[in-house]
């Protein structure tokens, strides 16, 4: 009978969820498929992590040692909403970050680069002229070209039958060189990856499974609640407040609400012309720092009036939201 033994996982963290993070799908580029199997491998995705198993012997060696094999897997992200609640930057989805294994058996960032396919376009990073372009990989330098004109702003760039991985275009001008180094892979590019794990097998795998994370973080800002009050006089405004009563049920840190109406010093909330009609008034309750967000919704942040709760739970921004502002009507007949 066969039997196979784990050989590593591999998941996501995220800061946003208090569970496993479901916002990706893996991607194994058709050479790692090749690889794994000449290697017996089998991989097997459940709860949203990804385990590699090697086939082994009656006393667990595996039957094919692939040290040195060179290993890639990618991820996708397939929340539309990522973005939104993740501190990432503008430019995420035309990226990939490159992960390796260091020697601690961790995973560590070779860096994030524009993601391309094989034949792309270099924007010249300077207008002084002459530059002489470069386009190398570690076989070599695949093309060399000298540029006198100023209009000629782009470069044609085609890393050809050459192996995916990373490309160096280098532009030496008059007085500096600069150096912008692309991840070329025509299966990633068509597949939207931003995320590789990309490292050789090693021989001492096979005596520990490793757990691999690729961590994100939540994307942090001020919580802002603007309350829009009709036929409220100034004592109702003024009794008006936001209180965290929940922090203690949730575990956390309470968060402290600055209140102020629009028109007065210190308002920085949305257009007030955009929010109110007629004679309302426009109140902003804002947190005192800012907040990281996160799919479980703080319990208990309330609006108050006098010693009348309101709103037992004010609305927490949700993953469709590209902010942390939520609006409140309030009406007296």
Known sequence: MS???ELFR?????TYYDSVCRDFEFLIPSDTVELLKQGKFLTKVADNTLYVLYEADELGAPLVNAAGTPLRIALRTTNPYFSNFTNV???????????????????LSSGTFPLVAPVFSHTITDSARPVTVSFTHSTGTIVEETITE?????????AGPRPAGTYTVREIFPTTTVDTAYYVDSELYQQRAVVLFDF???????????????????????IRYHVVVKNYSNDDILAL??????????????LAFTKVIAGNPGYDGLDVNL???????????????????????????QLIKGTEVLITNLPQPGPDKADAHMIIHLSKP
């Open 200 to 222: 050789p097998l090693e021989g001492d795998l096979y005596s520990d499974a490793n757990d691999f994370e690729i961590p994100f973080q939540a994307k942090e800002e001020t």
């Open 241 to 254: 407040t936001v209180t965290d009563n929940g922090y203690s049920e949730d575990d956390r840190p309470q």
């Open 150 to 158: 100023a209009s000629i702003t782009t470069i044609g760039l085609d």
């Open 10 to 14: 591999l998941s996501v963290a995220h």
């Open 275 to 301: 929010l109110k009609s007629g004679d309302e008034t426009v109140i902003l309750f804002k947190s005192g720092a800012n907040v990281p967000r996160r799919a479980a919704g703080r319990k208990k942040i």
């Open 3 to 5: 039997q196979f033994r």
């Open 89 to 107: 930057a503008q430019d995420y989805y035309s990226k990939i970050a490159v992960y390796y294994m260091a020697d601690t058996d961790q995973l």
